[in-house]
């Protein structure tokens, strides 16, 4: 008789948040309006035809459903825009949900966690690392645990410890979670197979701010494609993490990761090479960023000559992915002081301000106050004549870059009218990462004279049909997730460390 191999058990699990030490916390309410589901209402999530769940997760249950007879164990997953710090006793609430979930699964034979990586709580620099080892305790040393984490994770020895492998983004914008998901399930599958992989990690003095990590050119370009060069039949998987700075934690710096098949020297002699690469370059990580004035005239130009090229401005310092408000008005404010015309800016985050031109409705005049309730030092008053153009509801599907595919609420959504500038007001934070945020309010982007928009990257994957890389302007305009991270009051990064200390070495004695 034929002997059937019994399924493989899988939990499932993730806590999905990039945290701004500087920005406003994030709480259970804040979980509910993106995503936050558990056991068999995540089973259903992930069998939806447009899920809100990460696309990583989902890559790895199609990837294990077409290599393996497995049976997925739905623990908890949770996912939000990236905020302040995640309030600790909701935190806690979350682990003890966790834990018992994973401790009624019973016999488990691997786990894979889909984490952001540079989460923070009001008291824990590190509960990434309380989650995984949370999970190792309950697991026991002899079950796989494999992890996908954001480029911009700061990881701890902990978490390296703890999982087995850590397989992290290689893109930025972030458009490759669905091969990093294959990675991870890839790699689990080695395992059940015998594999027992160890891993090394390096970490450097370097700070990058975000607007230098790129993946198409640049230093971390560069990084990434050299790390790859180094993969061989010994390795499984090499990991090159920029970090978040605004996490503020003492496992911050940009982060090697080697995991090899034949122990950890093997791959701890690959992490160094890989970090002397890195070293020679480390003062490329300075931004180099187009002052709120000229790129304010560039918009003003652009509308006033019809043979300019029309521009496309980050408004970088306020973007929602970073942690920030997305509601700072400089740029606006310039923008109509200066009589700008044929500007679209999206999408600003005002439920109030959105809520009351619902309730007025189309075509209605009034004057819009931005920022009537000020939820930081940033969030300027900004007052202007408006017309009411549209009201949606929010729901939509992202059509390209970072949200292609993903089904995504961003609450009462409107257009006004400010003139010569169009605004896009929405209710639930989000950054402006995909030009369906415009163009289901009835923008013809290909038409527009500039475009702004409240992200730092993102939205070159999603507006690329629209604006060449030369089309691009990163504005250096105040807000949370300013790119000079000089401008910040840190307390926990590991001083000295570049590019905010200049008089950094590497290797330190």
Known sequence: MFSVEPK?????????????????????DDFLKRLYVAGEEFRAELNRSESKVPAELLSFCAT??????????????????????????????????????????????????????????????????????????????????????????????RMVEMANVIVSYQTNPHVDMVARGKDAADALNEMFYGLRPAAAIIRLPVTPPTVTLLTETGPYADLINYGQTRLGPDI??????????????????????VTARSGKQAAQRVAEDIARYAWKDHERYVPRL??????????????????????ILADVADNPGGGANGNTTWILEALVKSGAKGAVLGIFNDPALAQEAMDRGEGARFRAVFNRVEPDSFS?????????????????????????????????????????VQVVVVSIRTQCADPVFLEMMGIDIAKARSVIVKSRGHFRAG??????????????????????LSRFDFKHLPRPVFPIDRDVTWPRS
């Open 8 to 28: 493989k058990r899988v939990a499932l699990l993730g806590l999905m948040l990039e945290s701004n030490s500087f920005a406003p916390v994030t709480g259970r």
């Open 380 to 420: 300027r008053r900004f007052e202007a004549d408006a017309t009411v153009l549209r009201i949606r509801d929010g729901d939509c599907v992202g059509r390209r870059g970072f949200y292609a595919g993903r089904r995504l609420n961003l609450g009462t959504t409107v257009l006004l009218d400010l003139g010569g």
């Open 290 to 311: 187009t002052t709120l004035e000229e790129a304010v005239a560039r918009a003003v130009r652009s509308g006033q000559d019809a043979d300019s090229e029309p521009v």
């Open 463 to 484: 507006f690329d049909e629209f604006f060449r890389a030369d089309q691009v302007i990163e504005v250096d305009a105040p807000g949370l997730s300013s790119p000079v």
């Open 64 to 157: 294990m459903n077409s290599t393996i007879e497995w049976e997925p164990v739905p623990i908890l997953i949770g996912l939000v825009e990236a905020g302040g710090p995640i309030d600790h006793e909701f935190f806690e609430e979350v682990l003890v949900e966790m834990r018992a979930r994973l401790e009624a699964a019973g016999a488990l034979d691997g786990v894979y966690i889909c984490n952001h990586g540079a989460m923070i709580t009001t008291q824990e620099r590190d509960p990434d690392g309380v989650i995984f080892s949370m999970v190792r305790q309950i697991v026991g040393p002899d079950v796989p645990v494999v992890a996908t984490l954001d480029l911009h994770g700061n990881v701890s020895d």
């Open 236 to 257: 499984v998987n090499i990991s090159i993490l920029g970090g978040f700075a605004y996490a503020d934690t003492p496992k911050n710096g940009l982060a090697i990761i």
